[in-house]
């Protein structure tokens, strides 16, 4: 007898149901006001600005941006969201406002100085500093301690995550060559400096989990029977040299995304004891054992790690070839990630569902799992909207400390983005400072710390679109190094 805990959302090309009250939350915010997406597009348009929004906003302001009929809105991971940003400002949007936490923000102005829009506005929507939990932990002594550690050691490239603040990468830069990543692309980017790089050291932070999750990556690689899936991978590696890069990797052992730590190993068993039948996703920043549970899956062709875009592609793939085949029934999908994945994901499929008629009429449909305790939502005072999936006052958090949906990015509000837009372009720039990213203005070395700590993020964006580590970079890690 299946003993199905986890609360889920049925996704119909017309409909979706609802199971459990955090579902229900959450579907409550997938049908966005009419109004207030006319109101949104009115604004953008008056205003000439573009908005860039990671997956993780909350369900009622991202439905709200989705239904949004303007083509300068924008939602994605972190990757491409500097990178849209970039187009807009090219077709003329006169500021750029950011809906994510304040490492985002930083990217886009840092991105904008160095592709000449630095007199485009960028914006973030709160007058507080939005954190996370992941950047904080690259700022204490440990992390100082650990690069230290990987500065005297000779050919080390530091491969930091986005997720960190500009003076973070700056002070990182400062020690060590050092070169930014998101979770769509690092494990390409450690591939390609090994082989660019002989005998490379690699020092990845500060994210423990996605650390210990690539080690078991290429661990796995290493002891595969031959070097096919490795060439398949990257075509200049086999499993020696996977081999060799493994015992050069080092990862950061005390930095967690207080998100992704809910994922831990009595979810995996559980999602493995009850959902047998389901297809697997998982983001890398999940701990351990349910990495592994969603990479045998994929092995099978039954899931997917990686980033939410990897995710979202994995979901719309699967429901595709479904319908393709003319299959009815219920594809079911274990969501290893943040809970506002949905709004994206439930689009997708509505959006496929619609275009094969027939998948439709034979009754396929999409059922979205989230692993996460039922109850965890907070309460409101509203009578009309009881519940909303996420944290308020500490509510929604499981008490082995993980929380359903990121607090940091719940600090974007649909209502803070009305109220700023309708000041953009008609106030003084001045009376906006607050909503400004920091701005960096102290010197290292005789830089600026915005100068410095742009400089691993030009380093991904110059892999990025090469496909090569910048030969600056590869210069300076042979040239750095070890003990003076
Ligand atoms: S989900 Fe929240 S805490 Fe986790 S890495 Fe993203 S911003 Fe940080």
Redesign the pocket.
């Known amino acids: 007898m299946s003993r199905e805990a986890f609360p889920s959302l049925i996704v119909r090309a017309n409909k979706i149901e609802p199971q459990g009250v955090f579902a229900e939350a959450l579907a409550r915010y997938l049908r966005p006001d009419a109004r207030a997406c006319a109101g949104l597009a009115r604004l953008l348009a008056a205003r000439q600005a573009g908005v860039v929004a990671h997956f ?1 906003m909350d369900p009622e302001l991202q439905g709200t941006l989705a239904a949004c009929s303007s083509a300068h809105v924008h939602i994605s991971d972190s990757l491409e969201m500097a990178a849209r940003a970039v187009q807009m400002a090219g077709a003329g949007a006169r500021a750029i406002v950011v809906l994510g ?1 304040d490492f985002m923000s930083e990217n886009v102005r840092a991105v904008f100085d160095a592709a000449g829009f630095d007199r485009v506005p960028v914006y973030r929507v709160t007058r507080e500093p939005i954190g ?3 950047a904080e932990a690259a700022e204490g002594p440990a992390y100082g301690a650990y690069l230290a550690r990987a500065a005297e050691t000779p050919r080390s490239l530091h491969v930091i995550y986005i ?1 960190t603040s500009l003076r973070t990468k700056a002070n990182a830069q400062r020690l060590l060559p050092t070169m930014t990543c998101t979770s769509s692309n690092v494990v390409r980017t450690v591939l390609q400096a090994r082989a660019q790089i002989p005998e490379l050291s690699v020092w990845y932070g500060p994210d423990t989990y996605m650390g210990g999750n690539l080690r078991q990556l290429f661990a796995g690689l290493a002891r595969l029977d031959d070097d096919g899936a490795v060439r398949e991978l990257h075509r200049e590696h086999e499993r020696a040299s996977i081999a060799d890069l493994l015992g050069r990797f080092h990862y950061f052992p005390q930095g967690v ?4 730590h809910l994922f831990g190993a009595e979810i995996a068993r559980t999602v493995e004891r009850d959902y047998e039948d389901a297809l697997v996703t998982a983001h890398l ?1 999940v701990p351990g054992e349910m990495f592994a549970l969603a990479l045998a899956a994929q092995r099978q062709g039954r899931g997917v790690v990686g980033s939410t875009a990897n995710i979202l592609r994995f979901v719309g793939e699967a429901v595709q070839a479904a319908a393709r085949a003319g299959r009815g029934g219920r594809l079911r999908f274990v969501l290893g990630t ?1 809970a506002a994945m949905v709004t994206p994901i439930m689009r997708r499929v509505q959006a496929l569902l619609r275009e094969h008629d027939g998948a439709a009429a034979g009754g396929l449909e999409a059922e979205i799992i989230f692993p996460v305790a039922d109850e965890a939502v907070a309460r409101t005072e509203d009578a009309e909207l009881a519940v909303v999936p996420g944290v308020a006052s500490g509510e929604g958090c499981s008490t082995a400390g993980g929380c359903a949906t ?1 607090p ?2 719940k600090m974007s509000s649909l209502g803070a983005l009305l109220d700023l837009l309708a000041r953009i372009g008609v106030e003084p720039d001045e009376s906006l400072v607050a909503f400004h990213p920091r701005k960096y203005a102290d010197t290292i070395g005789g830089r600026t710390v915005a100068d410095l700590g742009g400089e691993p993020i030009l380093h991904m964006r110059e892999f990025q679109r090469t496909g090569r580590l910048p030969d600056a970079l590869v210069a300076d890690v042979l040239g750095r190094g070890g003990p003076t």
Do not use: A, K, P
């Open positions: 993780y936490v996370c939990s992941l997720n995304c207080i998100v992704h920043e943040e990121c940091y990015m």
